[in-house]
């Protein structure tokens, strides 16, 4: 795993070439949340995000984004009444350097992927009431990478309907469920190096015609298995060589397991 990078103490260059709209708590002069500024950014524009803690629930569809934060330890944005970060057919750009929470107890995740293409790194999801981060649809091919998910009622990462991400680099831990599930036909992420530690059942689980990349991937001291398919699901490479291309040890109840039931510990 690489090591966190240092916070920001000053906006980045925009890479684009817009403006800088700055998002501060307590400055009179700034944005008081960040997606008033959002709202007023243009496509070239970028959204930095000066350490605090703010009660927010961003939504950007239709449209590039660019949001950095100071760091994931400087800067928290939380809601209570839904996911405090939504995506939809987002096209490109970056989020980084931002812990996204949910506080609430109705059935929501801290980050919410659908059909978008862009760069989520250096975040944190956690405590959503179902995974922590959910990343589907067709067009869905965002790249995940370098981010915290950890302490979600259910699994850290679950891909479904089809969406196709890039997973690197990743930790995901003690989330009640799996690290990181895949679900659904032609649901294909490629996961390489990340961590799925401490989770209360298995690492890694794929069921329901999923297929994924599994490379160099380390699923350790989790409750069950390192990883848990079902027989009509295909990973690469073949399940008879992943746990010589991943660190599948150790877990209590072994490496690796093919069956019929994944959700059977769960009541599903």
């Known amino acids: 795993m690489r090591q966190p990078k240092e916070p920001l103490s000053e906006p980045p260059p925009n890479p684009k070439g817009g403006r800088t709209l700055i998002v501060a708590s307590r400055d009179p002069h700034a944005y008081i949340r960040p997606s008033a500024a959002l709202k007023e950014a243009g496509e070239t524009d970028q959204v930095y995000v000066r350490p605090g803690v703010y009660e927010d629930k961003v939504f950007v569809a239709d449209r590039p984004v660019l949001l950095i934060g100071a760091g994931r330890d400087q800067v928290q944005i939380y809601s209570r009444r839904g996911g405090p970060l939504y995506l939809q057919r987002v096209p490109s750009g970056m989020i980084s350097g931002i812990t996204f929470r949910y506080v609430g107890s109705d059935q929501h995740s801290a980050i919410n992927v659908l059909d978008s293409v862009c760069t989520i790194t250096q975040c944190r999801a956690t405590e959503g009431v179902l995974s922590g981060v959910v990343i589907y649809g067709p067009e869905a091919r965002p790249t995940f990478l370098d981010n915290e998910v950890c302490y979600n009622r259910e699994s850290g990462i679950f891909v479904f309907a089809g969406a196709q991400p890039r997973l690197a680099q990743n930790q995901c831990f003690g989330n009640h469920h799996f690290g990181l599930a895949v679900r659904d036909p ?9 961590l799925c530690h401490s989770n209360m059942l298995s690492g890694i689980l794929l069921f329901h015609h999923a297929e994924a990349l599994l490379l160099d991937n380390t699923c350790r ?37 093919v069956t019929e039931e994944p959700l059977a510990d769960i009541g599903r």
Do not use: F
Not at 186 to 194: A, F, K, L, Q
Not at 223 to 229: D, E, L, S
């Open 186 to 194: 032609g649901s294909h992420p490629e996961c390489v190096r990340n």
């Open 221 to 257: 001291d989790n409750q069950h298995w390192g990883v848990v398919m079902t027989p009509d699901t295909h990973p690469t490479p073949l399940r008879e060589d992943l746990a010589t291309s991943n660190v599948l040890v150790p877990n209590p109840r072994g490496s690796l397991v």
